[in-house]
């Protein structure tokens, strides 16, 4: 399984990113991709989730009503929709599936 986010970068406060997460390899029709971020001297934290169906996601409590996932199966592709995003949101971000992790992409959000 590989997984490769892109669509990081630097955004002002209240600005707008959507990264992207492609799938490939033998993927696992049943499991959910869940976004995690690193901010910088942190650990990493689960930010949110999706189903495969795409029905469903989860979200850590910051971050709600914020930032919002989303699927293309057919382009094996996961989103994670970032709006009005704060300082406090810088981090790498990464995709996850079935104990495989992306490479991670950065995102800076300046005050």
């Known amino acids: 399984v590989q997984l490769v986010e892109s669509g990081g970068g630097l955004v002002q406060t209240g600005g707008s990113l959507r990264l992207s997460c492609v799938l490939s390899?033998?993927?696992?029709?049943?499991?959910?991709v869940a976004w995690f971020r690193q901010p910088p001297g942190k650990g990493r934290e689960w930010v949110a989730a999706?189903?495969?169906?795409?029905?469903?996601?989860y979200y850590k409590d910051s971050v709600k009503g914020r930032f919002s996932c989303s699927r293309d199966n057919a382009q094996n592709t996961v989103y994670l929709q970032m709006n009005r995003l704060k300082p406090e949101d810088t981090a790498v971000y990464y995709c996850?599936?079935?104990?495989?992790w992306g490479q991670g992409t950065q995102v800076t959000v300046s005050s």
């Open positions: 996850y599936l079935s104990g495989f």
């Open positions: 999706i189903n495969w169906q795409g029905d469903s996601q």
């Open positions: 390899g033998d993927t696992f029709s049943d499991d959910a």
